[in-house]
């Protein structure tokens, strides 16, 4: 069984939207959640950042189908909380390791920035 490849370096086309920005243990939180729909990922995801990030469907459906189209989420239709017919979306292994990367890209990025804000010089 082949997976898809994971990226060795940070794709800045792959997460263009808002986000891009949010915190990688935002999306790690959502990963232990089972299958959401965009709805529930983008409030989910205002949750976990306080109401700092308000996604909204325009921002969300094109960042899920990219997400998907690289193969590091899939969806399947089913039917939300409120009797309607929506896509849920579910992380893969690939997409697990993409997030492995990313949130190692983010943490880097965080330490070069508090190290340039920390130096006295």
């Known amino acids: 069984m082949c ?3 994971v990226e060795s370096q940070h794709d800045p086309a792959s997460f263009r ?3 891009r920005r949010a915190r990688p243990d935002g999306a790690a939180t959502l990963q232990g959640l089972g299958p959401q729909h965009g709805y529930g990922i983008a409030r989910r995801i205002e949750q976990v950042n306080d109401g700092a990030l308000a996604l909204n469907q325009g921002t969300i459906d094109p960042a899920l189908l990219r997400l998907e189209q690289k193969g ?3 969806s399947e239709w089913g039917t939300s909380e409120n009797n309607r017919r ?3 979306y579910s992380i ?3 997409g697990r390791k993409q ?3 990313e949130a190692e890209l983010w943490a880097r990025t965080v ?3 508090t190290r340039l ?3 006295p010089s």
């Open 3 to 5: 997976s898809a490849p």
């Open 17 to 19: 939207s808002p986000v």
């Open 72 to 74: 590091w989420i899939s």
């Open 86 to 88: 929506a896509r849920f």
């Open 92 to 94: 893969t292994r690939a």
């Open 99 to 101: 997030l492995a990367v």
């Open 111 to 113: 330490q070069m920035v």
């Open 117 to 119: 804000l920390e130096d």
